[in-house]
Each structure stands twice: as C-alpha cells, then as structure tokens.
C-alpha cells in the first residue's frame, strides 16, 4: 500500500509539473509536503532501525582544520562533515553530488574538458587549481593545470566521511588549500570479517558494480574496495553542436592494511571519458581523455613518550594521462607563422581530419612528512612539521598535425592538406618539455588555553620551491566557548597556489603558453564564526567571511600567463541542522557572496551569488527513509561587455527512498532533477563565437534521470 501511494504521489506531481500546473517557486515545497505526509504506520522504531541515528550535540572530532584531534564545534576553521550516513541517505554516487550540499560550495563545469569544477565562494578558473584535494590526508593533484586528474570522477563506497575546510589551509597543508581543502577518509579495516556487493543502474545507461571487503587475520587488519562504472550519454544535454558526449567508464580500487601503528594505504584509479567539447572549442564525438592514477601511503602513528605522540609517513603517487583533442573541425584553418592555429600572417591550409593534437605525460611524486605533538606545557599542544617532495612531470610524449616544426612558414607549400600526424616526442616540439619541482617544508603550531573558556591557535608554515622560491603563511584561530551553548570564533589566515607546469613552462600551443617568472598566487582571508548548540537536536551556524587576494595568474592579450589578477570577496553562510523527531530530521543553509575582480568593483563572472539547500529526511516506516533535497543557484553575472542574457537561476531537486532492515539485503531508489529542471553553467565570452565556434549558449547540466542500487552484507 505505501509503495502503491509513494508512485501514485510522484506520479501526481511530475504530472501536474509537466502540464505546467505547479508554480516553479513551489515545486520543492509541493514534493516535501506530499512525502512528509504520507500515512505512516504507528510502530516503534526497533534500535537497528533507526536510520536516522544522528546525535546532533555529539561533537564529531576532525583533523583536516590542525592535523590535531579537535571537537567540531571547536573547530579553528570552517569545516564540514558528510559522513557515511548521510552519503547513504542522499543517494549520492559521486565526491560531486556529495559536497554540493556544503555552504559556499558551487559544483560546475570547467571549460577545460567539462571537468568538475568546485567553486568555493566564487574563487575558481577553469582548470579548478585553488582547492586542495586529498585522499586520507594526502594530496591527488597532477602537476599540469589541475587540482585532480583530468576526467576525475570519484565514486563514494569506500567513503568513510568528507572533511571539507572553506577558507585558506595553508598554514597546515601548503599549496593549493588556497580557498579551501576537501579531504575524502576512506573507511578504515576493523576486526570483524565482512563483505558487502552491490549494483547501481540509472539513466543514461548507468551501471555501477562494487564490492567492500573487510578481513582480520590477528594483528593484522585489511579492508578492500572496488567499483567499476560505466555510464553513456545524456541525450537531452544537447549545445549547438548536438548531444554533449560526455560517455564514460572508470574504475576505482582501493587496499588499505593496518598493523599495530602502522597503516598502509593503497589506491589505484582509471577513468576513461569522452571530453564532450575538446579543448572547449566545439563539440565532438573524437576527443576522449584516458587518466590513470596509482597512489600508495604508508604511515605510523604512536607515541614518542608520556608528552610526545609522532606521525611519520611516506607517500608515492604516479598520475598519466592520454589525450586525444581535435582542436579544430576538418576545413580549412588559417596557419600562422610558427604554425599554430589563428597566429599572424596567415596561410590557409586544408586539415581534412581536423586540427589535431594528442598530448601526454605523466606527474611522479615522493613525499616524505614527520609531525610531532608534545603537550608537556601546561594548557599548550604544540605541534611541528617537516616534509619534503619531489614532484616530475615525465615521460611527454605528443602527436600533432600543426604547430612549429611541422607547419611553420618555412614548411608551408601552397595548398597544403595537412593528413598526417607527426610525433614530435623528444623534439623542441613538444607541448612541453620535462619538468622537476623540489619542495622542502617546515610548519609550527601552538593551541594555547589561556583561560577556561578560550584557545588560541597560532601557526605558521614555510614553503621552499625549487622552482620559484619561497612563501610563508600564517594563522591565527581564538576560539571562545561563550556559554554552554554558543562558540564563536575570529579565524585569520594566508594561503598560497603554487603555479602548475602550464602556466610556468607550457611551449608551442595555440592558446596557452607558460611563464617562468610567474610567482604564487596569494589570499588572507578574515571570518567570524558562531556555532549554537541550545540542545542536543539543534545546531545553528553563521559564518561572516572577507577575503583579498593578488597575483592571481590568468592569461594576457597574448595568451601568456601573468601575475595580472586580483580578487576580493565577502559574505555570509547559513546553516541550520535540527532533529526534530526521532524521524525527522531537517538540515538547511543558505550563503550569500559579493566579489569585486581588480578592486574595480565589477562583479566576478559566472559566480552564483545566491546559494541554498534543504534536506529533509524522514522515516517513512521503520523499514524506509525517505530524502529530499534542493538546491537553488542564483544570480550569477555575466562578464562586462557580453551582451548575453545572464543564465537562469534554477531549483533542483532530488529524492532518495531507502529501504534497509536486519536482514543482508539493502535497497535505494533514487531521481536527480525530479523536475527535469533545464540547468547550464556560464561559459565566458569569447570571440571564437564570432567564428561559429565555442559554446555562447552555455553548458547543459544533466536533466532527469532514475536510478536503483541494491547491496547483500555477508
């Protein structure tokens, strides 16, 4: 009888919706009202039931804001927590759709590839390098341009829980925790001999299949984990080009021992993915992005003595990726001097397959880090650090039809066809050629309790670049237990981004080449946090940010990169978490942004001003929880000068229906954009428009679409 409503009532609605009978400005109320009052059968809850279970007074304790265990509320930064519970609530299958919930945070799309793009608090260019990603405390970047692999697609399975900094992390972590730091905790192996299967089937023939196995043989504990995924297109995601090709598969596996105070971490990543729109040129069905990832950690945690515990640990990572780009459609191009594309003087020449280049390379890097925290002074934890890295990009390998050397002037005969792909491997041709970064690191933090009720956190970190020298970057958190209820904070801190190996070295490309003299980007960033906590159902949360930043590195009129940008900011975040029964429970937020580029006052392009998100969750019967969350994105500006319509603001909403008892067997349905909302993300102004190229009507986001995922436990 309830399945028989819950269809009937969906049903209703996305009816009533299609033939226009819902005002948009009521459609997320209309879908949470409708499954918020669905009869309920009169039972009590049974204790293994409770798919709620949430203590919103306990304090979660977090490490990604000091390196050091803290209680949330006390936290010395902004964080958010998504644990595992509210992954599994959410129906969230993706890092993505994990963190899109979080204050601040806008999940888009990159000119570069359709890569995720995460925006947080309008800070981001295309190519996503200001926030740091890790895995288990430990960094994924790639050396090129981005922050995380090309086609970085990351399933959650393994996820323990999602610890996410919005502000500046340097003082902790060093480069690229520049507006923020997300790092994913895998779940760690326990005693207990366990595994769980389970398959996930959705739109756009989505297929996922995974499994995560937990085995203990004495002392020693492991725990593995796989997914594999596949998924095609979406043909109601269409630019003027036809359907978006964004077809993709991946794979992901991780291996994580422990003995003792020894950890061992293992994670090995592939993605293979239709680029959907090239270099961001026009949109094709030829250009596809292969990134591999093989990443291994080994750490100890224990104590030195009474007053001294210690963390020391070693990490590798190998990172490639294989490109295939058609620049430009088959037809005929005008060559320049050097040979690339659309560079002065011109000589046309016919590329009947296109303009074609197919780079590769690959990012290795050694990481070597101690910390030690001695608490042998009275109310002081003192914490100190030292790292050393070694970063190559290697192994560049590239084939191409245009560029120097093999369509410069003095190669160019009249009426040239250019058919033939020339491997310019090992040449001055090249993209780029190889590149080596030492890095050497020393940081230092105090937590003083200096009174009952107040602590003070005071660090600093130094950075040495073999590359282009040195940065320091403190912090200061006084963090002020006001009464038994209320915590507030004034939090001061610096970042720094590193340049990547594009914007340093980068040769022989059409439209982006590298500067050696370029120096860190930089941000201080000032924030007012109160934290209230009147009970143990309800928690209330209000952050008031400002931020200046400098030296930010964006491309001049020749398509060379400066220190040319700057960019300030200021706002304030939201956040209401309430358990309002034992079967509702609400969590809501809401942010609001104003950035200035230049210190001209005009606002920053394509950044949402305007952010919120609901969760409802209510358990419907003891057997099933019911979610639904929206999302509305809001006024987000064009680029003085475009003429273009601004992007509409839009509402989407998803919901989630999980069913889990005693027994093995678990089962979730799912829709995102229930209202098949038409979503784009901004795309710059270009003059490619001019030409009949690039995208002027924006990207198309994803439109409705259905999934199921079931799971046994034995």
Do not use: C
């Amino acid at each position: 009888m309830l399945n028989s409503l819950l269809r009937w009532t969906v049903k209703f609605i996305q009816r009533s919706i299609e033939e226009e009978k819902v005002p948009m400005q009521i459609k997320n109320i209309t879908v949470a009202v409708a499954f918020i009052s669905l009869p309920v059968a009169a039972q009590t809850t049974p204790k293994y039931k409770q798919l709620l279970a949430m203590d919103l007074g306990e304090m979660l304790k977090v490490e990604v804001a000091t390196g050091t265990d803290k209680q949330l509320s006390e936290v010395p930064a902004v964080v958010s927590v998504i644990t595992a519970e509210d992954i599994e609530a959410m129906g969230a299958r993706t890092l993505a759709e994990a963190i899109e919930r979080v204050p601040g945070l806008h999940v888009g799309a990159s000119l570069n590839r359709l890569t995720t793009l995460f925006s947080v608090r309008g800070i981001f260019t295309d190519s996503t390098p200001q926030i740091l990603v890790l895995i288990d405390g430990v960094d994924v970047s790639e050396m090129t341009a981005q922050s995380l692999p090309y086609t970085f697609t990351y399933p959650i399975n393994a996820v323990e829980r999602i610890e996410i900094i919005r502000g500046p992390g340097s003082a902790v972590y060093g480069a690229d925790a520049f507006s923020g730091v997300i790092n994913i905790i895998t779940k760690t192996p326990t005693n207990e001999n366990s595994t769980t299967v389970g398959q996930k089937l959705g739109s756009f023939d989505y297929t996922e299949t995974w499994m995560n196995a937990n085995l203990a043989f004495d002392d020693i504990k492991l725990s593995l984990s796989f997914t594999h995924e596949e998924q095609n297109n979406d043909n109601d995601r269409r630019t003027q080009w036809g359907i978006v090709e964004r077809a993709r598969e991946m794979d992901n596996i991780h291996l994580n021992l422990e003995y003792g105070e020894f950890s061992f971490k293992n994670w090995y990543w592939k993605s293979r993915q239709l680029m959907g729109t090239g270099a961001g040129i026009w949109g094709n069905d030829y250009d596809r992005d292969i990134s591999e990832t093989f990443k291994t950690h080994l750490s100890w945690n224990g104590s030195l003595s009474e007053n001294i515990e210690g963390t020391f640990e070693t990490s590798y990572d190998q990172s490639r990726f294989d490109a295939a780009f058609t620049l430009f459609p088959a037809g005929v191009w005008p060559v320049g001097a050097d040979g690339n594309i659309f560079q002065p003087p011109f000589t046309p020449v016919t590329f009947p397959e296109g303009v074609i280049g197919r780079p590769q390379g690959e990012t290795q890097k050694l990481n070597f880090h101690g910390a030690m925290i001695y608490s042998g002074v009275a109310n002081h934890r003192i914490r100190m650090g030292i790292g050393l890295e070694n970063a190559e990009l290697t192994d560049n390998q590239e084939l191409k039809n245009f560029g120097p050397g093999i369509l410069d002037e003095a190669n160019i005969p009249a009426d040239f066809v250019s058919n033939e792909l020339i491997d310019v491997t090992g040449t001055p041709f090249i993209y780029t050629p190889q590149y080596d970064r030492d890095l050497w690191y020393l940081s230092l933090q105090d937590e003083w309790k200096f009174a009952d009720k107040w602590e003070l956190t005071a660090g600093v970190r130094y950075d040495d670049y073999s590359d282009f020298g040195s940065t320091t970057n403190p912090r200061f958190a006084l963090v002020w237990n006001s009464t038994e209820t209320l915590t507030s904070k004034v939090l001061y801190g610096t970042a720094f981004r590193a340049p990547k190996v594009a914007e340093l070295a980068f040769i022989n490309n059409p439209t982006t080449l590298g500067n050696p003299d370029l120096v860190p980007e930089e941000i201080q960033t000032l924030e007012l946090a109160f934290d209230y906590r009147p009970n143990k159902q309800l928690n209330g949360l209000l952050n008031i940010f400002t931020y200046e930043s400098e030296d930010l590195i964006q491309l001049d009129q020749t398509f060379v990169y400066q220190n040319i940008g700057a960019q300030d900011g200021y706002g304030v975040e939201i956040e209401v978490n309430w358990q309002a029964t034992d079967k509702l429970r609400v969590n809501a937020n809401a942010s609001w942004l104003e950035t200035e580029i230049n210190q001209s006052g005009v606002d920053k392009e394509r950044v949402p001003h305007f952010m919120s998100f609901i969760d409802i969750r209510y358990q419907v019967h003891p057997d099933w929880l019911l979610t639904t969350q929206s999302y509305w994105i809001a006024d987000r500006m064009r680029e003085p000068g475009d003429a273009r319509a601004t992007a509409d603001d839009y509402l989407k909403t998803d919901v989630t229906l999980l069913w889990r008892t005693d027994s093995p067997w678990q089962v979730k349905i799912g829709v995102k954009n229930l209202f098949d909302e038409d979503i784009v993300e901004p795309v710059a102004n270009s003059p490619l428009f001019g030409l009949g190229l690039g995208f002027p009507g924006d990207y198309p986001m994803e439109s409705r679409n259905l999934y199921g995922a079931v799971s046994y436990s034995f």
